[in-house]
């Protein structure tokens, strides 16, 4: 008989044991813990793809404002509200801007070039900041967006470009701050690919540009839900950002894209003053010799988890797949690795944004993501996060920890948490339960910040309120009880573990109960005429992966 994920192996404590038990027949769960982000570039801008992407499983998108207008982004917004209000996911998709940060950047080629130009070792290439060549690059000058970089380069310093793939040697320093230049790695240079002096940060401070800040203003005026701020390697930024989001925008989340060494270094203040965080191994793996780049990772993620933000693990996931429809071994071994070593969310950039499969691309992504949690001895990790949380804790913490022991030691199907801000989901998360955490919300913005957490999976219920107070947070139970069974998440006769209030408002948190899942009948019956069935089963019938 198949048995479902790596259970069998998962009862072993000691590390090389569980590894000796997994099995590659095992079968897997009907549902994915790890949220998956995807870029929206060209490949998959028109409503009919988008709106695939989210039945495939697609639960952020990323607009990269580094690349196409105000007008473009502002385009794609209205195409992913249109793809998602074709779909009837119970779990809308957020929208997450990233600001083009202070990264250095070439310009673009001479059109009759292409978008691409081959560069072989040894070619001289002059590098300049001259503003009329911005869009004029050829095989012997390119434009670098920084004279401030250009001026601090020295002779022999090596220059990375792209993801690292191409760099040039500084051979001489000309007038007008002009750099001569020499191919040393060859590779292709993309029109605005970054570039990158190893560990030279690309600017005296870490702050928003100008055009990060019009970013923002275009963040707040389209009422997305996470800021991605590029180029973080001191806690000021994200101060700065929260300022300019104010009240309007006090509800949106900031994740602190850390792609260069100071940002590593730095860390500890980042992910205290950030929502979250993303290891940005592209850019940081100019920063850091290609070797360097797993130990920043683990070291970031593990670090994340005990601060209990979340983390999200990007570039190069599946790039082979921008050219190939099959994603190579050592790729889907990285997706699975990076969700090994605890990453909250799997980004896909290049992949959906500008490749040939975008979709297969997170067909892909999806598959490797739910054998991967199913090989996480969430038991272990579960008490070693419990370990490294001081104590005392509050009254949420307490309550999480409580739902995640009480889930493992009655093997429990579900966590079902009632909440309004996200927080108490986002709490029990953070402990990594070896189940399904169904968070019950009234709003469609906690749904979507939510995505950004292992193991959650956000149902929103947004029917009008039902009587009194615990009614109502019986009603919505009911309710995430329903889909779960239709989904074949949770079956009768199963455990479920309820984290609810005892009071109502932010904070009160603070109760948990073990039941055995009734069957559909008596879960109807008493809230039959409060529901929209004809919703209720577009909302059932929606199927992702
Ligand atoms: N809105 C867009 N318009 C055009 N091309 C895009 C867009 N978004 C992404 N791309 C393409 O997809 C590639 C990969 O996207 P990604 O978001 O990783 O950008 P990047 O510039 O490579 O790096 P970074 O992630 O550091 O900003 C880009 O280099 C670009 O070619
Ligand atoms: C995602 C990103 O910015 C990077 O990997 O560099």
């Not at 130990?295 to 790039?319: E, F, T, Y």
Request: some cysteine.
């Amino acid at each position: 008989m198949t048995t479902i994920g790596q259970s069998f192996a998962n009862r072993y404590d000691s590390a090389l044991t569980q590894l000796c038990g997994l099995d590659v027949d095992s079968g897997i769960r009907p549902f994915r813990m790890t949220p998956i982000i995807c870029t929206i570039g060209p490949s998959c801008e028109n409503i009919k793809i988008i709106a695939e992407m989210i039945e495939v499983g697609m639960n952020i998108c990323r607009l990269n404002m580094a690349h196409g207008t105000f007008e473009y982004h502002s385009q794609l917004i209205k195409n992913v509200r249109e793809a998602m209000s074709q779909t009837h996911s119970p779990s809308p998709v957020a929208i997450a801007v990233e600001l083009g940060g202070q990264g250095v950047r070439c310009g673009c080629f001479l059109p009759e070039l292409g978008e691409e130009v081959k560069f072989k070792k040894g070619d001289v290439v002059i590098l300049t900041n001259e503003k009329e060549l911005q869009d004029k690059c050829d095989r012997s000058v390119l434009y670098i967006n920084s004279q401030y970089y250009l001026n601090l380069a020295k002779i022999g310093h090596k220059i990375w470009v792209g993801d690292g793939l191409l760099s040039f040697v500084v051979k001489e320093k000309l007038n007008h701050g002009k750099l001569r230049a020499e191919v040393d790695t060859e590779g292709e240079i993309s029109n605005l690919d970054h570039c990158i002096i190893p560990r030279v940060p690309p600017a005296p401070t870490c702050c928003l540009t100008d055009y990060d800040k019009e970013c923002i203003k275009f963040a707040l005026a389209h009422n997305v839900d996470m800021i991605f701020a590029s180029w973080v390697w001191s806690e000021s930024i994200i101060k700065e950002i929260r300022s300019m989001l104010g009240d309007k925008g006090a509800k949106m989340k900031i994740i602190a894209n850390i792609e260069n060494y100071m940002g590593v270094k730095n860390f500890n203040e980042i992910v205290e003053a950030a929502d979250g965080v993303m290891v940005a191994r592209g850019d940081l793996g100019m920063d850091l010799p290609p070797e360097k780049v797993f130990l920043a990772q683990k070291n970031m993620i593990g670090r994340a988890n005990v601060a209990g933000k979340p983390v999200i693990c990007a570039a190069q996931m599946l790039d082979s797949m921008v050219k190939n429809p099959r994603p190579t071994r050592a790729e889907a071994g990285d997706v699975a690795n990076a969700i090994l070593d605890g990453a909250d969310c799997i980004m896909l950039s290049r992949e959906t944004a500008a490749g040939r499969y975008p979709v297969l691309a997170l067909k892909y992504a999806c598959a490797i993501a739910r054998e991967a949690e199913m090989a996480v001895h969430h038991d272990r990790v579960y008490r070693q996060l419990r370990a490294s949380t001081p104590l005392p804790v509050d009254s949420t913490h307490c309550t999480a920890i409580s739902a995640v022991e009480a889930s493992i030691r009655c093997q429990a199907s579900a966590i079902i948490v009632v909440t309004n801000s996200g927080r108490s989901a986002g709490v029990v998360a953070r402990y990594r339960p070896p189940c399904l955490i169904v968070a019950v919300t009234k709003s469609q913005h906690t749904v979507k910040l939510l995505h950004l957490h292992r193991g959650i999976y956000p149902v929103l219920h947004d029917a009008a309120s039902c009587g009194e107070w615990i009614d109502d947070i019986d009603f919505r139970i009911n309710h995430a009880l329903i889909i779960c069974k239709r989904r074949g998440y949770v079956k009768a006769g199963d455990y479920c573990i309820l984290v609810t209030g005892s009071m109502e408002g932010p904070g009160w948190t603070n109760t948990v109960r073990t039941i055995s899942v009734p069957d559909q009948d008596t879960l109807t019956q008493k809230y039959v005429n409060l529901v929209n069935q004809t919703h209720l089963n577009q909302v059932i019938d929606h199927k992702e992966s």
